[in-house]
């Protein structure tokens, strides 16, 4: 059974652009929740979606947002970013149930 | 809203030790999730182990237990017997135990250091 893949595992850009960070789940898993891990603020809750709505959010400015599609797989999208969106972004999926969340190997984003 | 502290940043042990990693949270809430979150340097966070807050039994996992004291509000995670492969960082966890409330409030974190 394959897990949580996230893509892509490292990725550069530079401040104003915007990138977008993919995530697909488990197999049957509907709920897609993102975290932001830095070393400062340690993990914080973005946002979770579950069957393409979303369904919690966290404390982050607009220029954080997601999707999630029919077939469960996440995206997220960060415009103009800013020298303080580098960090590890982690994706968790789950049946959606009271627990139980896998998480992938995350996103390593480094903004220049 | 909850909040999770880990007090200890750094912890190590022998090989083949006890440890211990302390964690106390806060919150008015009398049902709720905790959990112990491994992450390697693969990045990739593993559960070690879950506790239902309404169940008075400590949750045990092969090596690991936990010592849970709701009135405390304190949620220790036991390693017993300590291998190479325990070094990483552990997280502890709270969730609120609400249907559709997926967020996990984390800890700072503790770097376990295991020395052969």
């Known amino acids: 059974k394959a897990g949580v893949t996230q893509t892509p595992r490292y990725l550069i850009k530079t401040r104003g652009q915007q990138v977008t960070l993919s995530c697909s789940p488990i197999s049957g898993h509907r709920s897609v929740s993102w975290y932001q891990q830095t070393p400062g603020q340690g993990l914080q809750f973005l946002f979770e979606?579950?069957?393409?709505?979303?369904?919690n959010k966290g404390n982050f400015p607009g220029r954080f947002s997601g999707r999630q599609f029919s077939n469960s797989r996440s995206e997220m999208n960060v415009s103009t970013l800013e020298l303080g969106d580098s960090a590890l972004y982690l994706c968790?999926?789950?049946?959606?149930?009271?627990?139980?969340?896998?998480f992938g190997s995350g996103t390593r984003l480094t903004v220049v | 809203a909850q909040t999770v502290t880990q007090s200890q940043p750094e912890m190590s042990v022998q090989e083949a030790e006890t440890v211990t990693l302390s964690c106390t949270y806060d919150?008015?809430?009398?049902?709720?999730?905790l959990f112990w979150y491994k992450q390697p340097p693969s990045r990739q966070m593993i559960l070690v182990i879950r506790q239902e807050a309404y169940k008075q039994q400590n949750a045990t996992e092969n090596r690991f237990s936990v010592n849970f004291q709701k009135a405390a509000k304190s949620f220790s995670l036991k390693i017993s017997d300590s291998q190479l492969g325990d070094a990483a960082m552990y997280f502890c966890a709270y969730r609120r135990l609400i249907q559709g409330a997926q967020k996990l409030v984390f800890g700072q974190g503790t770097r376990l250091t295991i020395n052969p």
């Open positions: 919150t008015s809430e009398s049902d709720y999730y």
């Open positions: 968790a999926s789950s049946t959606g149930d009271l627990y139980g969340y896998t």
């Open positions: 979606y579950f069957s393409e709505t979303q369904r």
